[in-house]
């Protein structure tokens, strides 16, 4: 029974599987689309009344905005880490001066 009730539903899940691509495939769709693609074109609608406005690609200027703001740019971050690097530069000057004195002063107490 249940291989007789599986040998009726088959022909049946066949036709169902392919009965809407069947006319598509006869050529029943448009001629500049693959077929599979014939759907999903149907709903494009064109852009009624769009204007789009680009811009060469000879035109564009993708540096020129850096190019205005670097001096600023670069004065900005100067300042701003001046503290950090000065306060850097002054631990390492007074360290060699104050090793320096204390090398000179244990020079001149050890002379004969």
């Known amino acids: 029974m249940i291989g007789s009730a599986f040998a009726r ?3 049946m899940m066949a036709g169902a599987a392919f009965g809407r691509s069947r006319p598509m495939m006869a050529g029943a769709g448009r001629a500049d689309a693959a077929w ?4 999903w074109w149907k709903a494009h609608t064109p852009d009624n009344g769009l ?9 564009q200027q993708p540096v020129m905005p850096w ?14 880490s001046v503290p ?7 631990i390492v000057w007074a360290t060699v ?9 244990e020079s001149m107490d050890h002379r004969f």
């Open 9 to 11: 539903s088959r022909p």
């Open 36 to 39: 599979a693609l014939t759907k």
């Open 51 to 59: 204007v789009m406005r680009t811009l060469s690609p000879y035109e």
């Open 67 to 80: 190019m205005k703001t670097w001096p600023q740019a670069a004065y900005t971050k100067f300042v701003r």
């Open 84 to 90: 950090y690097w000065g306060t850097s530069f002054f």
């Open 97 to 105: 001066e104050i090793t320096d004195a204390i090398d000179a002063q």
